[in-house]
Nanobody, 119 residues
Framework: QVQLVDSGGGLVQPGGSLRLSCAAF????????IGWFRQAPGKEREGVAC????????MYLDSVKGRFTISRDNAKNMAYLQMNSLKPEDTAVYYC????????????WGQGTQVTVSS
């Protein structure tokens, strides 16, 4: 059974940092792509970051460029989203997705982890 498990969310003050983790079970994160999405209350889910596993190319939502970094660890079969200089508008539930960045209806999604940026 394929399962992605998100973790690492929490409450952080503006300007703070968090690292989200995505652990994969029944699926190896060594092909295709891995992505992170988020959904804030009352808003549609949006793509935040995507990494192509074969060549390492990354794409980011404009509003997070320079602050967020997506990465993966093949040996641990995990992916990460390092989030720095967090802003209140980053508050959302974050989800990882594989083995494409949410373009395939058969993609696996994590259960989501809540990130709240507030003073």
């Amino acid at each position: 059974q394929v399962q992605l498990v998100d973790s690492g969310g929490g409450l952080v003050q503006p300007g703070g940092s968090l690292r989200l983790s995505c652990a994969a079970f029944g699926l190896t994160l060594d092909y295709g792509a891995i992505g992170w999405f988020r959904q804030a209350p009352g808003k549609e889910r949006e793509g935040v970051a995507c990494i192509n596993v074969s060549d390492g190319r990354t794409m980011y939502l404009d509003s997070v460029k320079g602050r967020f970094t997506i990465s993966r660890d093949n040996a641990k079969n995990m992916a990460y989203l390092q989030m720095n200089s967090l802003k209140p508008e980053d508050t959302a539930v974050y989800y990882c997705v594989a083995p494409t960045c949410g373009v395939n209806p058969d993609d696996s999604w994590g259960q989501g982890t809540q990130v709240t940026v507030s003073s």
